[in-house]
């Protein structure tokens, strides 16, 4: 993979780094775009990566660029890479106090990135937390006990969060972040709950994120069965994450359901079943538990082959990351 990075006179300093992936979203991002445009802070960079679509989303990004009265920063592979392997490429690229991840079938409300700022900074807190709703209005974000805490352990709010929240971080803090580089997407909070020991954290109560379920290309509702790798180390990460906390309100012992999948995913996508076995070493669950629903994700998982629905996309991202070109537009 061949990285052309240009050299650009330094703008004067931001807050708050938004970073976003996006392969042919350009109506996605066009959205986005507009809601970055109402916000009442502009203390913020847009870092948004384009993964060799070909939707004409990069010319809309780089005329966005030309035209936008807050700073933008564009990054393009000439072929998909994937969407991990983009998320870590801007993670690196945060030059701000703080950051948050912001997809692109995601808009955020007007007042959010005002908000977020000035709920972290009266606290100095390490990281905050926000809620998500759909287009529905309806709630896409776990309230937890801790709505009401002034401050509390990192750590223990992520590992209790239910669905998808805004998240603004100190970049500070999480400076050895980094995503599995697999075939599509693994959770943030499976790639830094464990980097959160020690650290405080905030429920801001309030909304700052719309997310649409029915863009195109959305994981929720994507047709064959995709992402194997992706949604493997997700489960992994999960079991794991939920062990480590080691908090009482969190229930460790994972579902029938978790484990089919996990060795569903991990057969379609090819890492075999000593991932799915490794995966569950300290699961609190008997070997008789793990061997009947091994195998019933193999039958799940042979089902999947014959259906015709089965598309192995970490083969393409593998084979685009040798010959990719990923530049800069600063």
């Given at each position: 993979m061949t990285i052309k990075k240009q050299t650009t006179a330094q703008a004067p300093p931001t807050k708050v780094s938004i970073l976003t992936p996006a392969w042919n979203r350009r109506r996605g991002l066009e959205i986005l775009y507009k809601s970055l445009l109402a916000q009442t802070s502009r203390s913020f960079t847009w870092l948004v990566a384009d993964d060799g679509s070909n939707d004409g989303s990069l010319d809309f990004l780089l005329n966005a660029k030309r035209e936008s009265n807050f700073k933008i920063h564009v990054i393009s592979s000439d072929r998909?890479?994937?969407?991990?392997?983009?998320?870590?490429?801007?993670?690196?690229?945060?030059?701000?106090?703080?950051?948050?991840?912001?997809?692109?079938?995601?808009?955020?409300?007007?007042?959010?990135?005002?908000?977020?700022?000035?709920?972290?900074?009266?606290?100095?807190?390490?990281?905050?937390?926000?809620?998500?709703?759909?287009?529905t209005g309806a709630l896409q974000s776990g309230q937890g006990e801790f709505q009401n805490v002034e401050s509390c352990d990192a750590e223990w709010m992520i590992s209790q969060l239910g669905g998808d929240s805004t998240i603004l971080m100190r970049t500070k803090n999480t400076s050895m972040i980094s995503h599995s580089e697999v075939d599509f997407v693994v959770t943030e909070s499976s790639s830094y709950i464990n980097r959160l020991k020690g650290l405080t954290a905030r429920h801001g109560s309030f909304f700052a994120k719309v997310m649409d379920r029915g863009e195109p290309?959305?994981?929720?509702?994507?047709?064959?069965?995709?992402?194997?790798?992706?949604?493997?180390?997700?489960?992994?990460?999960?079991?794991?994450?939920?062990?480590?906390?080691n908090s009482p309100q969190i229930k460790n012992r994972p579902r029938i359901r978790e484990l089919i999948n996990l060795a569903r995913y991990s057969l379609n996508g090819d890492l075999g079943f000593n991932y799915y076995f490794d995966s569950l070493i300290d699961a609190p669950i008997s070997m008789t538990t793990k061997v009947f629903c091994g195998l019933l994700g193999a039958a799940v998982s042979l089902r999947d082959r014959y259906s015709g629905g089965l598309v192995k996309t970490h083969l393409e991202f593998e084979k685009n990351r040798i010959h990719a070109t990923i530049q800069w537009h600063s």
């Open positions: 998909r890479v994937g969407k991990t392997v983009l998320d870590n490429i801007l993670l690196k690229s945060v030059a701000t106090e703080y950051y948050l991840n912001c997809d692109s079938d995601d808009w955020l409300l007007p007042n959010a990135i005002e908000k977020l700022i000035n709920t972290i900074e009266v606290g100095k807190y390490d990281l905050v937390v926000a809620m998500n709703i759909d287009l290309n959305s994981v929720s509702f994507s047709k064959g069965i995709k992402y194997c790798r992706g949604s493997a180390h997700s489960l992994r990460a999960d079991l794991a994450n939920r062990r480590y906390a």
